[in-house]
């Protein structure tokens, strides 16, 4: 056996586990691992139809399907599928943790880079179907879009570690978190720009900063669109301070997670 | 050589710390194969898995410099869903190693699984599954090899091919070993660590370590 450096044991461990994840996932199911595009893809579709149904336009500055896209997308996948996985990740892991090299971090790590690899694959599968279709999908300027949406991954994945985390004291958490994600839904402006939101509303939405993130993603995603709330050093303070909370929250944990 | 210095463990229970390992000093030598003995709940497979890494004493430090393995038990750290062959793949990657055929068919041929290694784990039968974590273990190279009852499973002919196969490694490497079979011991071992009354005591006779334990 050779000696490793810490980061090629930690980069081909991580690999191990994207790899082991991607197969276990569905590998019950009929279609296999088919679904793990198709899962988002169905819903993203669903959504569509019937937000596209209501006609076209919804909210003046885009048509609805491209709207539904530019929100519903970076929403689901980036901030719920990121966040439940790394929640629920200590419990999967338990088999992987007999061996020395792996550590729960990796766990997490693969699973947010599972899903950070799924929105892009179905942002593209999605993409291309609506430009078949004469919509203009893609955003107007795609390198912030990308930005925010990693700024709204990395929030997801760092929430997402302090859930597990203090799961493993209290399993109550894990309810909560789950019943948590509808309104948020509600919360975080994902189905309506705040354009349209009453002015005196604003002070009680605007704490959330997944709202900001949807809306610079929208602001990014449009170019007629400016959004009269977003605040981007709000969030980017607000996924720092997530992440060095489950950082540090993980370094002072970690030892006692895995006893248990 | 695994070091103990001052290693203590103990697991919180609602009576307060339930100590299973208290100040342990002890030192492993490199060439020597040792035996774990105690009785049931004594802490044989705490101080395996703190060996092996995948625990942590609650207090002191447990210093190595060699390449240890992961413990191998019954179906440990296995995926049921995954098939034999992906399980083996799993382990080559986490250990960095890129020739993952050649372990895979080592795997194939040493467990005698045949087409069942192209099955999920799940199916395996118990003897079948002992067969397999072992040959999976003997498909690397460590330094030390920790077992935890693993020998005690399968045929007659497969345990005789497993102690071959330790005898084998054994040029440059050691094993540290669980086991309740006094017979197994005293073949593959040279020294034993026997935990009881919450110590732990390095012999460097099996027999006189087999003893001990048998009048506790």
């Not at chain 1, 550590?103 to 950070?116: C, Y």
């Not at chain 1, 720092?240 to 895995?258: D, G, K, P």
Request: proline share 3%; with cysteine; hydrophobic share 50%.
């Amino acid at each position: 056996m050779k000696a490793r450096s810490a980061f090629s044991i930690q980069r081909d461990v991580v690999f191990a586990i994207f790899v082991r994840e991607m197969i276990t996932r569905f590998s019950t199911y009929t279609l296999g691992n088919i679904w793990l595009v198709l899962e988002p893809l169905l819903m993203m579709i669903l959504f569509m139809l019937i937000f596209g149904a209501r006609g076209r336009g919804a909210f003046g500055f885009v048509e609805a399907p491209v709207f539904i896209f530019a929100a519903f997308l970076p929403f689901r996948i980036l901030w719920t599928a990121t966040m439940r996985q790394c929640a629920s990740a200590r419990g999967s892991a338990k088999g992987l943790l007999e061996y020395r090299q792996v550590r729960l971090f990796d766990v997490f790590m693969a699973r947010t880079f599972i899903e950070g690899g799924l929105f892009i694959v179905v942002g593209i599968i999605l993409g291309l179907g609506m430009m078949w279709l004469d919509y203009e999908p893609w955003p107007n300027n795609l390198l912030l879009t990308l930005s925010y949406c990693v700024i709204l991954w990395l929030m997801a994945a760092s929430f997402g570690m302090l859930a597990g985390m203090i799961g493993s004291v209290a399993r109550e958490v894990e309810k909560l978190v789950s019943m948590l994600t509808m309104p948020l839904m509600f919360m975080s402006a994902v189905f309506f720009p705040m354009s349209i939101v009453p002015k005196q509303y604003w002070v009680y939405l605007t704490w959330n900063p997944i709202l900001h993130a949807m809306e610079l993603i929208r602001e990014a995603w449009f170019g007629n669109y400016i959004s009269p709330v977003a605040d981007f050093n709000y969030l980017i303070s607000a996924m720092v301070v997530l992440l060095a909370f489950a950082m540090s929250a993980y370094r002072l944990t970690w030892r006692r997670i895995v006893a248990k | 050589m695994i070091r103990f210095s001052n290693v203590s463990k103990y697991f919180p229970t609602r009576f307060g710390p339930r100590y299973v390992l208290k100040n342990l000093n002890l030192e492993i030598p490199d060439d020597r194969d040792v035996a774990i003995l105690g009785t049931n709940g004594a802490g044989k497979s705490t101080l395996l898995r703190l060996v092996g890494g995948i625990d942590f004493p609650s207090e002191g430090k447990i210093i190595s410099d060699r390449f240890i393995s992961w413990p191998l038990a019954l179906s440990s750290g296995l995926q049921s869903s995954l098939t034999g062959r992906e399980n083996v793949r799993f382990i080559c990657r986490i250990h960095g190693v890129r020739a993952n055929r050649e372990t895979e068919e080592y795997v194939k041929e040493f467990s005698e699984l045949g087409d069942n290694f192209e099955l999920p784990v799940r199916s395996y039968s118990s003897g079948m599954k002992s067969k397999y974590s072992f040959a999976v273990s003997m498909g690397f190279d460590f330094d030390t090899y920790l077992m935890d009852e693993i020998m005690s499973v399968g045929d007659s002919g497969f345990k005789k091919k497993c102690e071959n196969a330790i005898s084998n490694k054994r040029e440059n490497a050691n094993i540290i070993l669980v086991s309740h079979n006094m017979a197994l011991i005293r073949r593959q071992c040279n020294a034993a660590i026997l935990l009881a009354y919450g110590r732990a005591d390095f012999y460097e006779s099996v027999d006189q370590a087999i003893f001990r334990y048998q009048s506790l």
